[in-house]
């Protein structure tokens, strides 16, 4: 069975930090590419950052490059979403997703909640 556990989400005020974690189990974790994805209420699910499975390249959006880290740790099959100098519009759901050869899973979701 594969699992993505997704943690680390909390109340925060603005210009903090939180660190997700997303770990996998059931898959070859080293084949898969791994993103961060954020739902917000009443918006669609946009892609936040997403890290790369062969060389390690990484992608933000545009609203949180400077303050996002992505990062991967395949040793223990776990990716983490540095978050710092976090802002208000940065509240929503983050799930995690493992994607490879036109397969992916996803996580379970971990709220992240920014206070003014």
């Known amino acids: 069975e594969v699992q993505l556990q997704a943690c680390g989400g909390g109340l925060v005020q603005a210009g903090g930090s939180l660190r997700l974690s997303c770990t996998a189990s059931g898959i070859t974790f080293d084949d898969y590419a791994i993103g961060w994805f954020r739902q917000a209420p009443g918006k669609e699910r946009e892609v936040v950052s997403c890290i790369a499975s062969t060389d390690g390249s990484t992608y933000y959006r545009d609203s949180v490059k400077g303050r996002f880290t992505i990062s991967r740790d395949n040793a223990k099959n776990t990716v983490y979403l540095q978050m710092n100098s976090l802002k208000p519009e940065d509240t929503a759901v983050y799930y995690c997703?493992?994607?490879?050869?036109?397969?992916?899973?996803w996580g379970q979701g971990t709220q992240v909640t920014v206070s003014s």
């Open positions: 997703n493992a994607y490879w050869n036109r397969v992916d899973y």
